[in-house]
């Protein structure tokens, strides 16, 4: 029945109301959003249980199921291949269905938690035939996929598909908010929860969520304490790659960023990014003239001409016109002491009293005669 309107729907295509019947073809009947990709569409429906009765639910979440096993309709093209009728084809586990029997068998194993497949190489097993190709390609090397514009090859045709985008600079994937594209679906399902605030993602141990899991795994460890990433040069332990990375340009020396300015190189881009800032500085004192790359350090200097002290303490009402000194003063009724040498675990309520004392562990002499 598709295929008969096929035709006389890609000429409707530039027309907006058409654009996103076809573009996002599941429409929720309780809000009349619509969706382009039926996991969203589904996780969406599900939003609205406390309205209607459960049974109504599930057959309202599956009435807009698309008619093949591909859930994401993001060019006219594709369109071409979603013209075959749903079959009875259903889960025996959960309410999806399927095209052919072979899918189904495919999703299946997601339940039963069967691999039939096994690596030759490592004896690694795997639910379907094309992940285990796939995976031998890492004993092999192989990489079949390569790039028309550059020498670049890939074991994947997906990994080759988004690389080429960087060629082409094709973003086919637009968010339905801001209209900002992405060349990776992946990105533009992380940037819709910056509109959305969904945080899926939740910690077992303080209920704090996420909207990545990324930033889950990271908080974890520091419940569990794990420090997964090693330095080869000295043996000391982190929680990042980054921190690591970071790390390690101490050992190296390497300063791999350089200003555009001045060609002053620096080991981070955090410090690379403050010292372009002293290029510019807008933003001047009335008073004595002195520049600032921020306002915000502009509006703290000024208050040391005003004598303004917005800041007051809780406990004793003393009032300062710097934020970090209330911070400071507030420790000496608290007692509290956020700064730890990683030498003894002695703690500090000041940062500057750490540094002061780790020299008594590595001998430094900061300052000569």
């Keep these: 029945m598709l295929r008969g309107r096929l ?39 599900y939003r609205h249980k406390k309205q209607i009765a459960w049974k109504e639910l599930q057959k309202s979440a599956y009435k807009y199921q698309p008619v093949c096993n591909k859930n994401r309709i993001y060019h006219k093209k594709t369109l071409a291949y979603h013209g075959t ?3 009875d084809n259903q889960c025996q586990y ?7 029997k072979s899918n189904l068998t495919k999703h299946v194993r997601v339940h039963t938690k069967e691999k039939p497949y096994q690596c030759e190489y490592c004896q690694k097993s795997f639910a379907n035939s094309s992940n285990l190709t796939v995976h031998i390609r890492t004993h092999t090397k192989e990489k079949p996929y390569q790039c028309k514009y550059c020498e670049n090859s890939f074991a994947r045709n997906g990994h080759l598909t988004r690389h ?13 908010y801001c209209q900002k594209s992405f060349a990776q679906s992946g ?6 929860r910056t509109h959305t605030k969904e945080k899926p993602y939740q910690c077992e141990y303080c209920q704090k969520r996420f909207s990545h899991i990324s930033s889950l795994t990271v908080h974890i460890r520091t419940h569990t304490k794990e ?17 690591l990375k970071a790390h390690i340009l101490t050992h190296t020396k390497e300063k791999p960023y ?4 001045c060609q002053k190189s620096f080991s981070q881009t955090s410090s690379l990014n403050v010292h372009i800032k ?12 002195k520049c600032f790359t921020q306002s915000r350090h502009l509006t703290s200097h000024i208050r040391g001409h005003t004598k303004e002290k917005i800041y007051q303490c809780e406990y004793c009402q003393k009032r300062f016109g710097q934020k970090n000194d209330l911070t400071k003063h507030i420790r000496t009724h608290t007692k509290e002491k956020p700064y730890q040498c990683e030498y003894c675990q002695k703690s500090f309520s000041q940062n500057r009293s750490l540094t002061v004392h780790i020299r008594t562990h590595t001998k430094e002499k900061h300052y000569q005669c």
Excluded: V, W
Excluded at 187 to 192: D, E, F, Q, R, V
């Design 94 to 100: 959960c309410p999806k269905r399927f095209t052919s």
């Design 85 to 87: 009728q749903i079959t």
């Design 7 to 45: 035709p006389k729907i890609a000429s409707k295509l530039k027309t907006g109301r058409m654009k996103t019947r076809i573009l996002r073809p599941f429409c929720c009947r309780f809000c009349t959003r619509h969706f382009h990709c039926f996991d969203e569409f589904k996780t969406h429906i």
């Design 258 to 261: 350089q200003c555009k300015y």
């Design 187 to 192: 990105h533009l399902t992380l940037h819709i």
């Design 227 to 243: 420090k997964p990433y090693q330095c080869e040069y000295c043996q000391k332990s982190f929680t990042q790659t980054s921190t």
């Design 278 to 289: 002293t290029h510019n500085k807008p933003y001047q004192c009335e008073y004595c003239q």
């Design 164 to 176: 080429m985008r960087t060629h082409t600079k094709e973003k086919p994937y637009e968010c339905e």
